[in-house]
């Protein structure tokens, strides 16, 4: 009996799922929403966050390399982590199961769960703000877009976004025990 349960609210719980992946998508449709998510979906694959962290010593100096290199620790236990969540997890990607969902962009590899791209952006945003609580006012709504933008991009399920979020403020927060 309790199996039937759990299989009723599996079930149920993967239907929202797509349900609300398949409402974040539709907008994909729109040329200029796709290029807008695809640009911050790359941009939140590295190339800003490798750029703040490059900036950031040459503006606060030594506050600025703490950061950095605290962020470069963050980042490398947080590919680990991923990978092996992904690797283990094996769950595919939206677009492939579901032809509903639409492609917005390339994904960098075969797997969803958890989003690489959102675990990294929550994880960095904390540490850099953390540091520089000023940079809120950017780090916080870019963080927010590169999350929107993997289940718009139809790269991502809210679970994958959801559980990529609490991985990355995890890792964060223990970073902050650990330094």
């Known amino acids: 009996m309790a199996g039937i349960r759990v299989e009723h609210w599996r079930r149920r719980f993967g239907e929202i799922d ?9 907008h994909v449709r729109r040329r200029f929403v796709q290029r807008f998510f695809a640009a911050v979906s790359r941009l939140g694959n590295g190339v800003f966050w490798y750029a703040l962290m490059a900036v950031l010593p040459l503006t606060y100096e030594a ?5 950095a ?5 963050v980042g490398i236990v947080g ?7 992904k690797g283990h997890i094996s769950r595919e990607r939206p677009f492939v199961k579901h ?3 639409r492609l917005g962009a390339m994904p960098l590899d075969r797997f969803s769960f958890p989003s690489g791209h959102t675990l990294h952006a929550v994880a960095f ?17 870019f963080a927010l877009l590169v ?4 289940m718009v991009l139809g790269l991502h399920y809210p679970s994958d976004v959801a559980m990529g979020a609490a991985v990355g403020a995890a890792l964060a927060g223990a970073s902050f025990l650990l330094l």
């Open 18 to 26: 797509l349900s609300l992946c398949v409402l974040f998508n539709r």
């Open 147 to 150: 999350a929107m933008s993997r």
């Open 63 to 67: 506050a600025g390399a703490m950061a």
């Open 99 to 101: 032809p509903q969902i």
């Open 125 to 141: 945003t904390m540490v850099a703000v953390h540091y520089f609580p000023a940079l809120a006012v950017v780090l916080v709504p």
């Open 69 to 73: 290199l605290h962020m470069i620790a």
């Open 79 to 85: 590919v680990v982590l991923y990978k092996l969540m």
